[in-house]
């Protein structure tokens, strides 16, 4: 079981450095395949692409999410703009203890303080290259978070009073609760189709071997 999975995560993705006719021009549509779910989750997938899902969870505190965004996270994108996967963000807290915990909570509730799905994922990006040091009190700011969300085109006023409200608070505890409840001990965890997967190797340089199913 765990050789089969492991050669369905390397062919979802092909090597960042293959393109197909067509890829690079359109790699900027990636944006405009965001979809921003009711439970706080984010759903990238070219239109009647509904499997295999490809799940991550992940906390914007995690120095190790931060690493697989910037490796294996690529490729997961480049496989969603060839509508080969359905890639499925969940983010959350894992950390319960100080100062993590209030960091990651505060970066979070940032997240879902972008409504504009076309902006969600430069929000996502930026939060990552700005992570605070593990034992950094008072990281991912309130006044940082709002700065980059001007820095990204996101309306400040709406954007504050979203991060500062206990409504926004409440819905990122309750994310966080309904991922460990998941059975998510550790982030990132990565699922296909619901069964944990090794991400801690580079995804890519074999054929894909799974075909997407559309509807």
Known sequence: MIAA???IAVSLAANLSRQEPGIAARADAIEQLVTL???GSVMLA???VVRPV???YEDFQCPVCQEF???NGKVARQAVLRGEIV???HPMTIFSESPMHENSHRALSASLCVTDPEKWLAYHDALYAGQPAE???GGFAVPELVALAEKHGIPTD???ACLTSEETSDKADEMSRTALSKAVQGTPTVRVDGQDIDWSAPWGGAEPEQQATTV
């Open 5 to 7: 999975l492991a050669v």
């Open 37 to 39: 779910r009711p439970d």
């Open 46 to 48: 070219r239109p009647g």
């Open 158 to 160: 709406d954007f504050a």
């Open 69 to 71: 965004e910037r490796g």
């Open 135 to 137: 034992t950094q009190d």
């Open 87 to 89: 890639l499925l963000i």
């Open 54 to 56: 490809l799940e991550v």
